[in-house]
């Protein structure tokens, strides 16, 4: 089982990188889960505010992403009729 303090550190590091992959961020930010960020990237495409592509892998900037959620990128994700 893992410990309370190597979890505090784990999370420590993460707190301090600039740039996380989807995991990463998922426990940063318990509100994310990988599937449903993977379903924001395939309808919205990365052309998301915090969202960075380094060869295949995709990145976030923690900070610039959540900003986007709050200025309303991601209020429609899918669905609705197209008008």
Do not use: W
Not at 64 to 82: L, M, N, P, V
């Amino acid at each position: 089982m893992e410990s309370v303090e190597s979890h505090d550190t784990e999370l420590s590091h993460i707190f301090g990188a600039s740039l996380l992959n989807l995991t990463q961020l998922c426990k940063a930010e318990p509100a994310f889960t990988p599937g449903g960020v993977r379903h924001l990237l395939f309808t919205k495409g990365h052309d998301l505010p915090g969202v960075y592509r380094f060869g295949r892998r995709i990145l976030f900037d923690r900070e610039e992403f959540i900003e986007g959620i709050k200025q309303g990128h991601t209020a429609r994700i899918s669905g609705g009729s197209a008008r």
